[in-house]
T-cell receptor, first 113, second 111 residues
Framework: NAGVTQTPKFQVLKTGQSMTLQCAQDMNHNSMYWYRQDPGMGLRLIYYSASEGTTDKGEVPNGYNVSRLNKREFSLRLESAAPSQTSVYFCASSEGFYTGELFFGEGSRLTVL | KQEVTQIPAALSVPEGENLVLNCSFTDSAIYNLQWFRQDPGKGLTSLLL?????REQTSGRLNASLDKSSGRSTLYIAASQPGDSATYLCAGSNTGNQFYFGTGTSLTVIP
């Protein structure tokens, strides 16, 4: 019973490099989310997908792009990584955008040098 | 922009004590509210969800309530155990599941 699976768990990038964080859920949820967690700050929403085929900006979308590949998968792309994007990234899913609790993955720790 | 405050930031209690964690929102128009626990280096585990039509939820030794008039929520933990040691996060949304998170209360339960 995997729930929400994120890859990779750890990544080190140099400034300007690009990478994609992958997320998959096996709970048949309609809605998926990407958050970042920084020390001393609450989790902040980057992008979300309320349903397959839709994506919307959250609180801190600059520097990121997302793709809802299908109902199960939601990826987050950093086109040109910056040190300010050093963070722990969490993917989450819920049954619907207005219903159901959020279930989180284990997180992806990204360091940008 | 919604701001979420959790008090206290850290709490240390002896095993067996009952305790209350507090969470407040600058915008009291909360749609959904969810409490989570986070263990070091791990993801968030959902504890309780209070949906738009609800005011309270209970699960085992945990009880969460939401006062929509004041924008305040409390998480009550009964008969605390060392295994309850973790960081507790509250999150509230003003629409759907677009949540705003607090910075958490770090709880230590001493055997």
């Amino acid at each position: 019973n995997a729930g929400v699976t994120q890859t990779p768990k750890f990544q080190v990038l140099k400034t300007g490099q690009s990478m994609t964080l992958q997320c998959a859920q096996d709970m048949n949820h309609n809605s998926m989310y990407w958050y970042r967690q920084d020390p001393g700050m609450g989790l902040r929403l980057i992008y979300y997908s309320a349903s397959e085929g839709t994506t919307d900006k959250g609180e801190v979308p600059n520097g990121y792009n997302v793709s809802r590949l299908n109902k199960r998968e939601f990826s987050l792309r950093l086109e040109s990584a910056a040190p300010s994007q050093t963070s722990v990234y969490f993917c989450a899913s819920s049954e619907g955008f207005y219903t159901g609790e959020l279930f989180f993955g284990e997180g992806s720790r990204l360091t940008v040098l | 922009k919604q701001e979420v405050t959790q008090i206290p930031a850290a709490l240390s209690v002896p095993e067996g004590e009952n305790l209350v964690l507090n969470c407040s929102f600058t915008d009291s128009a909360i749609y959904n509210l969810q409490w989570f626990r986070q263990d070091p280096g791990k993801g968030l585990t959902s504890l309780l969800l209070i949906q738009s039509s609800q005011r309270e939820q209970t699960s085992g030794r945990l009880n969460a309530s939401l006062d929509k008039s004041s924008g305040r929520s409390t998480l009550y933990i009964a008969a605390s155990q060392p295994g309850d040691s973790a960081t507790y996060l509250c999150a509230g949304s003003n629409t759907g599941n677009q949540f705003y998170f607090g910075t958490g209360t770090s709880l230590t339960v001493i055997p």
